[in-house]
T-cell receptor
Framework: SQQGEEDPQALSIQEGENATMNCSYKTSINNLQWYRQNSGRGLVHLILIRSNEREKHSGRLRVTLDTSKKSSSLLITASRAADTASYFCATDRGAGNMLTFGGGTRLMVKP | NAGVTQTPKFRVLKTGQSMTLLCAQDMNHEYMYWYRQDPGMGLRLIHYSVGEGTTAKGEVPDGYNVSRLKKQNFLLGLESAAPSQTSVYFC?????????????FGEGSRLTVL
């Protein structure tokens, strides 16, 4: 079963708007990662947030983590058409466990 | 610096045929993984390896075998392909399995079993 579940499954916005994707998980984690997948391509690591962190920024990306609610959100500000992709969260429960990926959010940014 | 390379990129098989997918990484990573991606299912781990000569089962290992004879290569084999194995297969690698694991992915191998 999937450890991470993304919400929404699909999101369509206009260029310049902000996009927010959410990830919920079931068990305690060591860290949570977000990956991006362009159509027909492999996944690319975007950002990682550790379990003792609440917020992290990288360029136009902002990730939050609420361990009490077992949830994370990825915010992409001032979206661009090139941000059109699927975004996956992956939970890492630490040594001895493998990363578990959610089903992904398909983001479409219309020019 | 190629990163993670998968071959072949596309393959069509008939039910019962066998094939091998090859994954090669040039980052000297210890850990390597094979995932399959199906619509609405995200990525599911098939097998993984924590070092040369070692392999372990993931979430969906049935019908697949793997080998890691060299540190840089991780092979995924289908002994007798079934239509349920139609999927996109991704290989990934990471520096190690402890601490912070960032996975580096290949571009995928699209397999169709008729």
């Amino acid at each position: 079963s999937q450890q991470g579940e993304e919400d929404p499954q699909a999101l369509s916005i206009q260029e310049g708007e902000n996009a927010t994707m959410n990830c919920s998980y079931k068990t305690s984690i060591n860290n949570l990662q977000w990956y991006r997948q362009n159509s027909g391509r492999g996944l690319v690591h975007l950002i990682l947030i550790r379990s003792n962190e609440r917020e992290k920024h990288s360029g136009r990306l902002r990730v939050t983590l609420d361990t009490s609610k077992k949830s994370s959100s990825l915010l992409i500000t001032a979206s661009r058409a090139a941000d059109t992709a699927s975004y996956f969260c992956a939970t890492d429960r630490g040594a001895g466990n493998m990363l578990t990926f959610g089903g992904g959010t398909r983001l479409m940014v219309k020019p | 610096n190629a990163g993670v390379t998968q071959t072949p990129k596309f393959r069509v098989l008939k039910t019962g045929q066998s094939m091998t997918l090859l994954c090669a990484q040039d980052m000297n990573h210890e850990y390597m993984y094979w995932y399959r991606q199906d619509p609405g299912m995200g990525l599911r781990l098939i097998h993984y390896s924590v070092g040369e000569g070692t392999t372990a089962k993931g979430e969906v290992p049935d019908g697949y075998n793997v080998s890691r004879l060299k540190k840089q290569n991780f092979l995924l084999g289908l002994e007798s392909a079934a239509p349920s194995q139609t999927s996109v297969y991704f290989c990934a690698s990471s520096r190690d399995g402890s601490g912070i694991r960032e996975l580096f992915f290949g571009e995928g191998s699209r397999l169709t079993v008729l």
